[in-house]
């Protein structure tokens, strides 16, 4: 069975400052790999994706992730916090092939943005 | 483009009773599913409909139950509320449900159990 672990329930960073958001998965198979936002009383929207092509994903807002299989991660990362980044974030899972598309996700990791 | 809509987005029952939360895919996209988000986790995985067939069911007991229409429109039924009901209730629709495709997810229907 696929699991996720989002290592950090809370991140709080500076204005400006890097953010690092960390992804752990297990999977007896590579999996594809998905970071979502969520920001208060919405759903989710999709940050970035790895399906196996490039390991350094880029993102919309300026974030990205890398795949290390060797380490089973995909930790998100931006160069320079913005305010407007502060949110929910999940990381999620799925399986290659089949006809079932289940996203598997983490806890989730709110990450606080200081002025 | 709209985008996946969810109705209602809110809804307070009390214990016993039924609930039918609905969802609209992205206009093109065949598949949808549902996930279930309690406060303060991440979303889990309750059904996957694709041409009206169920691809995929989580481990949620058999009071939840879901049907996908010809317009790909998709209900989720749930019998029997209990306390532990209460959640988000979240739909994602996709083109063609494969594992590579991109879920767009809706804002969800926060349901509330009395």
């Known amino acids: 069975a696929q699991s996720v672990t989002q290592l950090g329930s809370h991140v709080s960073v500076s204005e400006g400052a890097l953010v690092l958001l960390r992804c752990n998965y297990s999977?007896?198979?590579?999996?594809?790999l998905f970071w979502y936002v969520q920001y208060p009383n919405q759903g989710l929207q999709l940050l970035l994706k790895?399906?196996?092509?490039?390991?350094l994903v880029k993102g919309i807002n300026g974030f990205e992730a890398e795949f290390k299989k060797s380490e089973t991660s995909f930790h998100l990362t931006k160069p320079s916090a913005h305010m407007s980044d502060a949110a929910e974030y999940f990381c999620a899972v799925s399986e290659p092939g089949g006809s079932n598309y289940k996203l598997t996700f983490g806890k989730g990791t709110l990450l606080t943005v200081n002025p | 483009d709209a985008g996946v809509t969810q109705s209602p987005t809110h809804l307070i029952k009390t214990r016993g009773q039924h609930v039918t939360l609905r969802c609209s895919p992205i206009?093109?996209?065949?598949?949808v599913s549902w996930y279930q988000q309690v406060l303060g986790q991440g979303p889990q995985f309750i059904f996957q409909?694709?041409?009206?067939?169920?691809?995929g069911r989580g481990n949620f007991p058999d009071r939840f139950s879901a049907r996908q229409f010809p317009n790909y429109s998709s209900e989720l039924n749930v019998n029997a509320l209990l306390l532990g009901d209460s959640a988000l209730y979240l739909c994602?629709?996709?083109?063609?449900?494969?594992?590579?495709?991109?879920?767009?997810f809706g804002p969800g229907t926060r349901l509330t159990v009395l």
């Open positions: 999977s007896s198979v590579p999996p594809y």
């Open positions: 206009s093109g996209h065949k598949s």
């Open positions: 994602a629709s996709s083109s063609t449900g494969l594992s590579t495709d991109t879920q767009y």
């Open positions: 409909y694709y041409e009206k067939e169920e691809r």
């Open positions: 790895y399906t196996s092509a490039a390991t």
